[in-house]
């Protein structure tokens, strides 16, 4: 009994937003959105990295819809933004709905599990991000056709229990800075950008995006926060260095450059000095 009273309190700080966080959103919201990324980045530093931590509490995917102690690099960006774009971190909520469901309708079946198909496009869609990556120098748009039959022969078809009918289908596209404009993005990437590293095209693949962290400003140097296999955890990346691993390391599934979302203010956030109460 005791030690199930115990399982359960871990499991509910778990959902807790953690002071130095919120105080993190709180410092920071009468800064530009660029800088708030920044801010609210920072604490999250050190937390351990798990593959696919969150679910929907329910059903299919039972994990939590939220926690605080541990991410990977997808709910990781999707935490910092729903905290960066609200007014209140007791309102995040309502955006993080947003960036993760479709019509932030909280299911397995709604949820944007796929990157090129479903969370680029839908969020780009909705005004949480723009397309920067043309902005930032000379593109290339990498194209991918979405079949029955490509899902089908995936091996990895099988970890997502979806209907054949709730796989994405069409063609999607994806603005690319080719690998070799590494100068280009440590010149003009702005600080609070995602970056979404981009793979080369595989036939028997659906996929083309394998990673997403948030770039920042800190020291007059470019960094990449993300959670990441490397270390378990989240951590920041001198930007410079990481694009250098990209390019000399021998993948088996090549790094063919990278595509920029900019997070878009979703209202009037400016407080008086008064108001401000936390």
Known sequence: MILSLLLSAHAAEQWILPPKIRSAVMSSRNMDIGRRMEVVSRPFIGLPYVLDPMGESFGVDPDPLIR???FDCLTYVEEVLALSLSFSPDSADINREQLRYFGGVIHYRTRKHFMLSQWIPDNLEKGFLRDITPELGEVEVVEKSLLPELWKKWK???????????????????????????????????????????????????????????????????????????????????LDKYIAVMRRTRYKWPVVGFSVLFPLEQGPRHLHADEITE
């Open 68 to 70: 605080y102690d541990a």
């Open 156 to 238: 990895l078809r099988d970890k997502y229990k979806l209907a054949d009918t709730d796989l994405p289908q069409g063609d999607f596209h994806l603005n690319v800075l080719p690998l070799n404009q590494s100068s280009v993005l440590l010149e003009k990437i702005p600080n609070g950008a995602l970056l979404i590293v981009v793979r080369r095209d595989d036939r028997n693949n659906p996929l083309l995006v394998s990673h997403i962290g948030i770039v920042v400003e800190k020291g007059g140097r470019k960094w990449i926060r993300h959670a990441t296999t490397l270390g378990k955890r989240i951590r920041q990346d001198r």
